[in-house]
């Protein structure tokens, strides 16, 4: 199983963002993702999440309105569009699965939303 996280960089607050999760070695199509992001000195917190059953998804409140999470079960890709960003949505973002009673990890991409 792994995850792999792209599209970080540095913005402007205002600016956007696509991050995308590469996936491979389990079945996406079953499995929730989840996206995550620790930011300095903070602990990790859960920022969204698509269900595997239906499709529904999960946002922070701190990010409501702003991201969009989707998934493309054909190129085995989930994204985090990211909008209006904050100096606050500063940190390492995360994806995440549960497969098989572990919890799976990519590597983490950089976000940096500073003038």
């Known amino acids: 199983v792994q995850l792999q996280a792209s599209g970080g960089g540095l913005v402007q607050p205002g600016g956007s963002l696509r991050l995308s999760c590469a996936t491979s070695?389990?079945?996406?199509?079953?499995?929730?993702i989840g996206w995550f992001r620790r930011a300095p000195g903070k602990e990790r917190e859960a920022v969204s999440c698509?269900?595997?059953?239906?499709?529904?998804?999960y946002y922070a409140d701190s990010v409501k309105g702003r991201f969009t999470i989707s998934r493309d079960n054909v190129w085995r890709k989930v994204y985090l569009q990211m909008n209006s960003l904050k100096p606050e949505d500063t940190g390492v973002y995360y994806c995440?699965?549960?497969?098989?009673?572990?919890?799976?990890w990519g590597q983490g991409t950089q976000v940096t939303v500073s003038s």
């Open positions: 995440n699965t549960y497969f098989r009673g572990r919890n799976y």
């Open positions: 070695g389990f079945p996406l199509d079953r499995y929730d």
């Open positions: 698509i269900v595997n059953s239906d499709g529904s998804t």
